[in-house]
């Protein structure tokens, strides 16, 4: 029988696991081997993925991969069915062996099975700094290690790929420089993913001076599979066994000192959330690159046992009891509501709903309060300058435009907030799995969600957050549709338009914009999929993680660092944007006198408007609509300002240009309703900022599918808002 034929709440054992190589050794990695005991747990609502509880661990699985992996009923008989096995069918993949094939070596390695071990190091000289690698599986509280020992404020979360690129911090630690580097989470050092690969380069350069190996206490058996390839490197190791206040909590129980004397290495308890042992595995590190540490000789071999897993039963065996606490009882429970029954699914609805409408509706409060701030700042240049070009560049060019676009601020805090909620409770990875059987449908992945819900927020740190998807086809399809889904960015000129041209249907406007974009997204996906690496395998092997309480302290500072960066792109790109749109369309100055629509007509910009205009008129837009558009490829928010400028929005009695103004002067420029909606849907799917055409390069490693997704996504939302602007004119 195979794990798909089992019933919830039965237990077997396995006895070989069948398929690619790829996959069998993505299964043996998460513990799939051989005499392992497996439980199935539950099923999604539309059965499949299923759970399974292993090790300590809950793992989802497609019905498809789960038919891949034979059980039996008894132990015995499931090592007797792995004996029997061929060669050929179910040869032992030695998960064991270099990490790095001698051919990919650098000469500088650091020291690989194929290279011979590192040479020691001899102490560094005083005034020189120590390099420490934070090393670890998905989820294993490896960022929250980093934030406590060099003070930063990295992302951390509660599910698997949180940390998709290395960061680097420093810190003096009782008189020593420390460099310590943040590893992404990774399982194995194989290159079978982004990150994997990332990981193996970065410990191959021969910068590392000690690995801290952060393990995850309460799952000790998996994650010791990653410390024994990192002893094949031959640089120094310090264990942190973290979550260690949990392990207790629960009643299990691990003897320490023989760990350590049969791992031939320091393992010391930390807690890196409220920072206890932090310090300690510091100042283990730091003896250890010195020569001070007192470090035992491992009973065996360990690094080239040829059964690894074999070799971790046996340095767990009778030293390591794990048993089930509060937290595995409130996972059951919770899971039972929002992962178990199709009622999992009217409750994400739920929460969704409950997340735009706080982000919307409560964000309407501060947004009021900012535009005040903002026409107080353009009253004040507006009475303490003289009339002139540097009056009206302060106030139309600065003010007007960062202005326009900073009252979106508060919105935007409060979708992250609740983002980094989901995040560190564990609920994002049941939203996966949800997820998983529609995605799959079009060719993406159930990991591809978590990106695709923090595109609403930013497209580039969703573009970044793809390599948590280890199938290169459903990683690069998920980043060429990630444009789809309505950033933070494009909320400026739904709010405008739609209150211009459908005030009373502002709100059901922009609930089908957003929608729209989800269905487009995975059309797109659909499309693609079919003609894009069609052979390719993808898996779904994801890790469940247990609900957590959620740390409000880094909530709070994840939520205010996405603020921060919001604020660093008004002062940047943004700023300069609007800059150059105000000189454009403030240039040249007639000798004339000319009412402000015919300055502007007769500017750079109204000249290349102008000349823009044969290409959009099939559309229903006149030439500011067409600078609009141009103006929003460097980033969205500068349409709302841009298109503040060019229809000459009329200021209020403090002399400034709201979006009440703004939409006021769209209404009644002449453009009808239906160009209005035909617009909509071009700032809904067209180009994608720069910044994300960028990340879609850096991620994707080649140009080609950052300058494919510009050109089609630019393609069909031409297409698609021709013909929305034709169906609109005969109903509207």
């Known amino acids: 029988m195979y794990l798909s034929d089992i019933s919830n709440g039965e237990t077997v054992y396995v006895s070989k696991v069948e398929g690619s190589v790829v996959f069998r050794r993505r299964m043996e990695e998460m513990g799939f081997v051989c005499g392992q005991k497996v439980t199935r747990t539950y099923a999604s609502p539309l059965g499949t993925p299923i759970v399974f509880s292993m090790l300590g661990q809950k793992v989802a699985l497609r019905r498809a991969e789960a038919r891949l992996v034979a059980a039996c009923a008894t132990v015995e008989e499931a090592m007797a069915e792995g004996s029997r096995s061929s060669a050929a069918d179910n040869a032992p993949v030695d998960i064991s062996s270099a990490p790095v094939r001698a051919e990919q070596c650098q000469a500088n390695c650091a020291g690989c099975s194929c290279c011979g071990p590192k040479a020691t190091k001899p102490a560094p000289q005083e005034g020189e700094y120590y390099t420490i690698a934070l090393v670890g599986n998905p989820n294993c509280g490896k ?4 934030n406590v020992a060099c003070g930063g404020h990295e992302r951390t979360g509660n599910y698997a790929g949180v940390t998709v690129t290395s960061v680097e911090g420093w810190t003096t630690f009782e008189g020593r420089q420390l460099r310590i580097i943040d590893l992404p989470g990774t399982y194995s050092l194989r290159a079978f993913s982004p990150e994997e690969a990332f990981v193996a380069n970065e410990l191959g350069k021969g910068e590392v001076d000690v690995i801290v190996n952060v393990l995850d206490v309460n799952n000790l ?14 640089i120094p190791i310090v264990g942190a066994l973290n979550l260690y206040d949990e392990f207790e909590h629960n009643g299990s129980t691990l003897n320490r000192e023989a760990l350590e004397q049969r791992l031939g290495q320091a393992m010391l308890p930390t807690v890196a959330r409220g920072g206890k042992g932090v310090a300690d595995v510091l100042r283990c590190a730091v003896e250890t690159v010195e020569g001070k540490a007192k470090v035992a000789q491992p009973e065996t071999d360990l690094a080239n046992a040829e059964d690894p897993h074999a070799a971790i039963h046996k340095v767990l065996d009778d030293i390591y009891q794990l048993s089930e606490g509060r937290s595995a009882k409130v996972t059951t429970i919770a899971d039972k509501w929002l992962a178990r029954t199709p009622l999992a699914y009217l409750l994400f609805f739920v929460v969704m709903g409950l997340i735009f409408y706080a982000t919307f509706e409560l964000g309407a409060y501060p947004m009021d309060w900012m535009e005040a701030g903002v026409g107080w700042l353009c009253d004040v240049a507006n009475s303490h300058l003289s009339e002139g070009w540097l009056r009206d560049l302060l106030i139309s060019g600065v003010l007007g435009g960062v202005g326009s676009v900073i009252v979106f601020l508060p919105n935007i805090l409060i979708l992250y907030f609740f983002i980094s909620i989901l995040e560190d409770s564990g ?9 998983d059987p529609l995605l799959r449908r079009v060719g993406l992945h159930g990991k591809s969600f978590i990106p695709m819900l923090m595109g609403f927020g930013c497209n580039v740190p969703a573009v970044m957050a793809t390599r948590t998807i280890e199938s290169r086809k459903s990683r690069l399809i998920t980043m060429m549709t990630l444009p789809f889904m309505s950033c933070s960015a494009r909320l400026p000129v739904f709010t405008v338009l739609a209150g211009a041209f459908f005030p009373e249907h502002a709100a059901l406007v922009m609930l089908c914009l957003y929608a729209g974009g989800i269905l487009m997204a995975f059309a797109a996906a659909g499309t693609l999929s079919r003609f894009f690496r069609r052979t390719e395998e993808s898996h779904f092997v994801m890790e469940m993680p247990p609900y957590r309480r959620p740390a409000m302290y880094g909530v709070l500072f994840h939520t205010w660092e996405k603020g921060r960066q919001y604020l660093r792109k008004m002062g940047g790109i943004i700023l300069v944007a609007s800059v150059v749109i105000w000189a454009l369309g403030y240039f040249p100055v007639s000798d004339q006198e000319l009412s402000t629509s015919e300055q502007q007509e007769q500017s750079y910009l109204g000249r290349f408007g102008h000349a823009l205009s044969p290409v959009i008129e099939p559309l229903g837009y006149d030439w500011r609509m067409g600078v609009g558009i141009l103006s929003g490829m460097g980033a969205k928010e500068l349409m709302v300002s841009t298109l503040g400028v060019l229809y000459n929005a009329p200021e209020d009695e403090n002399g400034e240009m709201t979006d009440a103004s703004l939409t006021t002067a769209i209404r009644h420029s002449g453009t009808t309703p239906a160009a209005g909606i035909s617009y909509l849907v071009f700032a809904l ?8 055409i960028a990340a879609i390069k850096g991620e994707s490693g080649q140009w080609k599918y950052a300058i494919f997704t510009a050109v089609y996504t630019t393609a069909l939302a031409y297409v698609m808002a021709f013909v929305v602007y034709r169906i609109a004119l005969c109903f509207i």
């Open 221 to 234: 058996e998996r994650n010791l599979l990653l410390n024994l390839q990192l002893q094949q490197l031959g």
């Open 685 to 692: 799917l067209y180009f994608p900022c720069l910044a994300t």
């Open 143 to 146: 960022t929250a290690f980093f």
């Open 427 to 435: 609920y994002l990875a049941r939203t996966a799995l949800l997820a």
